[in-house]
């Protein structure tokens, strides 16, 4: 199993992006979804989560601007950001709980390997 996300990019203040995490492999079912973010010098954060059932919750700094959301027949989950600010500058990862064809059928967590988000003031 993989993730592979992309999207990121340099915008400016007041601008949008689009991130994508598409899973591939083995895939039986996918659980819950989330997108992450680590800024130098910070801890990383949870952004915001979709689980199975399209439930979503999403950190404060973030609520009204994110979007989060999910297409389970590509196995892609979605963050559309916008009104971005300087302070929304970071890498952003994909964080996804798989259950895979390996005969146990437990979920495991899987991470992606990144994208860089800069938002220029």
């Known amino acids: 199993v993989q993730l592979q996300a992309s999207g990121g990019g340099l915008v400016q203040a007041g601008g949008s992006l689009r991130l994508s995490c598409a899973a591939s492999g083995s895939i039986f079912s996918i659980d819950a979804m989330a997108w992450y973010r680590q800024a130098p010098g910070k801890q990383r954060e949870l952004v915001a989560r979709?689980?199975?059932?399209?439930?979503?919750n999403y950190v404060d700094s973030v609520k009204g601007r994110f979007t989060i959301s999910r297409d389970n027949a590509k196995n892609t989950v979605y963050l559309q950001m916008n009104s971005l600010k300087p302070e929304d500058t970071a890498v952003y990862y994909c964080?996804?709980?798989?259950?895979?064809?390996?005969?146990?059928?437990?979920?495991?967590?899987?991470w992606g390997q990144g994208t860089e988000v800069t938002v220029s003031s």
């Open positions: 964080n996804v709980d798989i259950r895979a064809h390996d005969g146990t059928f437990v979920a495991r967590n899987y």
């Open positions: 979709i689980t199975s059932g399209i439930s979503t």
